[in-house]
């Protein structure tokens, strides 16, 4: 659906995406809103300007009408303490220490066990709660570091996150009050999400770094759009994007991008890791070309517990 519009001596063309979600006598009006919501984003993911009908489950619905059972299962973990927190190793690939943790929020299941991150974060962001989740995963995280004064442990930041001033003003106002020791607090971008919105970025991390956080450019080199940039950013360190590490055993200029990354690295005084290092053979690649850091199953999975590697 398209109009046009004028202001002033200037046209607009204009475009809609509806949803549109069926009452049928159902008395949660969350519900209801929910699913019209769904449909809305399924509209604009299949090229918007067009309408989109939730039917209920079971009826040839669009994938994420389906999934709307998250907006209820996500607020009620906000009100009712149902997030748990698990925390992926960053390991020191010269001699398997630990040198922080990347903190996860997960979900109880209901059943005793939890709910991956992967499968609800895109949901969260649908439905506008990931810097509700995040703000909740910062008082987790200064909680444990209370208990334990060793660990370093990192937040991931969404783009939706950073379109929120009041969680920045939340994080600095909660961190002054807690004061963890400088450089134990720090909170990761995606390289994607600092090209597309680089101003509100690096605002982010100026003032992050003024609290004292360390900072971390995620998935860097999935489209070396920050190269550029990366002078102007207080980064303490890149963590490479795994779909280059995945490859590195069986495609030379995998390597070479490495190496390439590594000495820019080097040469701004940015550490340097390597996601999805998940088999034997990347972790003696990566070995061998000199990365200092890694994540990934081969080196530890989440868990629960921040703790330091034996």
């Excluded at 995963?137 to 660990?151: G, H």
Aim: hydrophobic residues 40%; charged residues 25%; aromatic residues 8%.
């Amino acid at each position: 659906m398209c109009w046009r519009d004028w202001v002033g001596s200037h046209t607009f063309h204009l475009g809609l995406s509806i949803g549109v979600a069926p009452i049928d006598g159902q008395p949660d009006v969350a519900v209801v809103v929910s699913q019209a919501d769904a449909a809305m984003y399924q509209a604009k993911s299949r090229g918007r300007n067009r309408v989109e009908v939730c039917e209920p489950q079971g009826s040839g619905a669009a994938p994420l009408c389906q999934s709307d059972g998250w907006a209820t299962r996500l607020k009620d973990a906000l009100t009712q303490d149902g997030l748990v927190v698990y925390y992926q190793p960053l390991i020191r690939l010269s001699d398997g220490r630990a040198e922080s943790f990347e903190a996860r929020t997960y979900l109880w299941s209901g059943a005793g066990d939890v709910i991956r991150r992967e499968a609800f974060s895109a949901d969260a962001e649908r439905l506008g709660l990931a810097p509700q989740l995040t703000r909740r995963l910062v008082e987790r995280v200064i909680d444990e570091m209370q208990s334990k004064p060793a660990a370093r442990i990192s937040i991931n930041l969404s783009p939706q996150c950073l379109a929120s001033d009041d969680l920045l003003d939340f994080i600095e106002a909660h961190v002054r009050e807690q004061a963890p020791a400088p450089g134990r607090l720090g909170f990761e971008l995606a390289e994607t999400t600092v090209s597309r919105a680089f101003t509100i970025a690096e605002r982010w991390m100026e003032r992050l770094k003024a609290l004292g956080c360390y900072l971390v450019l995620d998935v860097f080199g999935s489209g070396f759009s920050s190269f550029s940039d990366l002078r102007s950013l207080p980064v303490d360190l890149l963590k490479v994007d795994g779909a280059i590490i995945r490859r590195l055993g069986d495609d030379p200029g995998h390597r070479v991008v490495v190496q390439a990354i590594q000495s820019l690295a080097s040469l701004m005084g940015m550490e340097l890791a390597a996601k999805s290092v998940d088999t034997r053979a990347v972790f003696q690649s990566l070995q061998e070309i000199g990365v200092t850091y890694g994540v990934g199953e081969y080196l530890g999975s989440p868990r629960p517990d921040p703790r330091w590697a034996d």
